[in-house]
């Protein structure tokens, strides 16, 4: 059973960087054919899609938050993270990870999801 379980500040001021990881556990980041994603929904919207690393490293952004957007890894630790440049309070959010099982929007796994607020 794959666990996915995200961390980070809840409270980010405008103008900084989000920063959250994502830890997993029960199986491996850099399995063949999983990708790792990062979604968010702000109050009352739906579901966004962030960004996405593969296996391989490889990353993959939603063009509208591709200039402020970077994910990494940390093999070593399981763990993934995405870092949001230049906030604003539009970026409060529920922040989730999850894996996509074959890059196909197979999304299986989640995690509980963690309240970002940007508020000076």
């Known amino acids: 059973q794959v666990q996915l379980q995200e961390s980070g500040p809840g409270q980010v001021k405008p103008s900084q960087t989000l920063s959250l990881t994502c830890t997993v556990s029960g199986g491996s980041i850099t399995t063949n054919t999983n990708y790792w994603s990062w979604f968010r929904q702000p109050p009352g919207k739906g579901l966004e899609w962030i960004g996405d690393?593969?296996?391989?490293?490889?990353?993959y952004y939603d063009p509208s938050l591709k200039s402020r957007t970077s994910i990494s890894r940390d093999t070593s630790k399981n763990q993934f993270t995405l870092q949001l440049s230049s906030v604003t309070p539009e970026d409060t959010a529920v922040y989730y990870c999850?894996?996509?099982?074959?890059?196909?929007?197979?999304?299986?796994?989640w995690g509980q999801g963690t309240q970002v607020t940007v508020s000076s």
């Open positions: 999850a894996r996509d099982f074959s890059g196909g929007n197979t999304l299986d796994y």
């Open positions: 690393i593969s296996y391989s490293g490889y990353t």
